[in-house]
């Protein structure tokens, strides 16, 4: 474990290989078998030469031929079981990591990366696979060194000094080769680093396209994703000289140290040492070698490529959770539903406000920072280290709440709506829908009996309550409407006030709200507010709306205002607008 929390690429790379011992050591020994087998065909050429050529023994001949054909289908069939189990574990593999990075990246308890959406896509995306290519890496290296011991254990046989020669000049070759890797690490992790940086800007400048176009940022904006792609492109580049250098080097390396083994050889069988089917096993042997020894050059590229992802799956897989859960259960509802006392974090400063049993607080903020930062906090998004002050849920500090009462009690719905591919009514109740997948008996029954009406007339009451209806009835599968990934067969309102309902259909005890009607013209506002407050407006609810919006605040209860990250003013919405020309500035259209 490194500091900071994150896994190191070496911790990583272990855990890959633990996982999949069984199938890689199974694919090691037949790829070994295969690259053995491959190494004796010379050897066997030159028996064959000695042996039944040269003596014109045809019984030696006919057996030399079988026991050609036997090593030609070990060499076949290893490499094929070997191969296939190498795959296998690779894919295994990336699809083990790629689980294991999205439950961490869906962690309730948040994650302490410091990656973005994008950043996190493509970790999942490239670097899960890439990090698995270790498996891949280990096998063929061991293959590679298995062909060279039986090819220097050989020539050994042939000729003791030959083969001392290249047991010593292989490693040589290969700790040579292996000078480039650091290198070869570092520029992998460069490239890796500069691509998903500029993923993470596609995602956040596509998911932003209306916003940019609206402000008219948008050629701004396409110049610095241009910037990031040139310069992901010029480190892409470096990796590939670097790769391309090492690929060279190994190439030259090996061609000069082969053709010495074979003038070697040469010489000696001109001196009479070495028979013609020696010899012919020799340079046969001398040919082999080069793949081999490229082999190991490669591994150190394909090695070094997968250390550069580990250490980045590492940094998600070994990184501290956001927040820590306490072991509190949720307390039994009060006439105060949610407290905030002297809280201070990010622009807040010692704001303080309640929320009642059946009440409905409305909360403007001046600065929009102020708004973004208490939503932030009461969505459980915070360590406790990092705010001031006390948030109750039914006079329990939040804090101390375990992650299922504190998502039992308090929800808060985002402004940014998050709508999944799949129906409306898995959208609007996807607990239910996901237990019933399951297949537990208990859910499939209330899926398919008379709780399954109870159900639908919940979420269709829920729907008028968000003045939704018209996306149920445009449409003549109703609930069971098809959406596209993140609604995009919706428009922008239809999307919100979807998300609302989902938020009033849980019916959670103490429901946030943030922006819920930005997206809708002035009449559907004045129907959103009105379910609002028919469906939140009595006990035991207790609901937040933090909003600019003249209609919801019209409906709430009353108004807290926040200037400064201060509270400076509290009221109806008609006394403060009557009362503060800002106040009317900010939330009268």
């Not at 490229?294 to 927040?323: F, I």
């Not at 072991?327 to 400063?349: F, I």
Request: aromatic share 4%; glycine share 10%; proline share 3%.
């Amino acid at each position: 474990m490194a500091a900071g929390g994150e896994l190191t690429a070496s911790a990583v790379q272990r855990r890959i290989l633990l996982r999949q011992r069984s199938r890689i050591g199974v694919s090691v020994v037949f790829l070994c078998s295969h690259q053995a087998a491959e190494a004796l065909v010379p050897v066997m050429i030159g028996v064959v030469i000695d042996r039944a050529v040269a003596t014109s023994d045809t019984r030696a001949l006919l057996i030399s031929l079988a026991g050609l054909a036997l090593l030609f289908t070990v060499l076949t069939f290893s490499y094929f079981f070997g191969a296939r189990l190498g795959y296998a574990a690779v894919e295994h593999e990336s699809h083990h990591t790629r689980v294991e990075i999205a439950g961490r990246a869906l962690d309730p308890r948040g994650l302490r990366s410091g990656l973005r959406d994008g950043e996190l896509l493509s970790i999942t995306a490239s670097d899960a696979e890439l990090s698995s290519l270790v498996i891949r890496a280990v096998g063929i290296a061991a293959a590679a060194t298995t062909a060279l011991v039986v090819s220097a254990t050989a020539l050994l046989v042939v000729d003791v000094p030959l083969g001392l020669g290249v047991l010593i000049g292989v490693p040589v070759v290969v700790l040579a080769l292996q000078r480039l890797a650091p290198l070869l690490t570092r520029r992998s992790e460069a490239q890796q680093e500069a691509l998903a940086t500029t993923t993470a800007l596609a995602v956040d400048l596509v998911s932003g396209l209306r916003v940019l176009r609206g402000i008219g940022a948008q050629d701004h904006a396409a110049r610095r994703y241009a910037a990031a792609s040139a310069h992901a492109l010029g480190v892409t580049l470096r990796a590939a000289n670097s790769k391309g250098l090492q690929q060279g080097l190994t190439t030259a390396v090996n061609g000069l140290f082969l053709a010495a083994v074979a003038g070697f050889a040469g010489w000696l069988a001109l001196e009479g040492r070495l028979t013609v089917g020696e010899l012919v096993a020799v340079v046969g042997l001398a040919q082999f070698m080069a793949e081999p020894v490229g082999t190991l050059g490669w591994c150190v590229q394909l090695a070094a490529t997968a250390k550069a992802s580990a250490t980045r799956v590492g940094r998600v897989l070994g990184a501290a959770p956001l927040v820590t859960p306490g072991d509190a259960g949720s307390a039994p509802a009060s006439d105060t539903r949610l407290a905030l006392d002297e809280v201070g974090y990010g622009t807040l400063d010692g704001v303080s406000l309640r929320v009642g049993a059946g009440e409905i607080v409305g909360v403007v903020a001046y600065d929009p920072r102020d708004a973004d930062a208490l939503v932030t906090l009461l969505s459980g998004r915070v360590p406790r280290d990092d705010y001031r002050g006390t948030v109750r849920v039914d006079g329990v500090a939040a804090d101390t709440l375990t992650l299922d009462a504190a998502r039992g009690t308090l929800l808060v719905e985002q402004h940014d709506v998050a709508l999944f591919e799949g129906t409306l009514r898995t959208n609007l109740a996807p607990a239910r829908t996901a237990a019933a997948d399951s297949g537990a008996p208990a859910d499939s029954a209330a899926v398919d009996g008379p709780e399954a009406g109870r159900d639908d007339a919940a979420l269709l009451a829920a729907l008028r309550s968000a003045g939704a209806e018209d996306v149920l009835e445009a449409h003549p599968d109703g609930l069971d409407r098809e959406l596209t990934e993140r609604g995009a067969n919706l428009s922008g309102g239809q999307r919100q006030r979807i998300g609302l309902a989902r938020a009033l259909a849980a019916a959670p005890p103490v429901l946030v709200l943030h922006d819920p009607t930005t997206s809708v013209d002035a009449v559907t506002e004045g129907l959103v507010a009105d379910g609002i407050a028919a469906a939140r407006g009595t006990a035991p609810h207790g609901t937040l709306v933090i909003t600019s919006s003249p209609a919801l605040l019209r409906a709430a209860h009353r108004v807290t205002v926040l200037d400064g990250g201060r509270v400076v003013a509290e009221g109806t919405h008609d006394a403060l607008a009557a009362a503060d020309a800002r106040y009317r500035e900010a939330v009268i259209r």
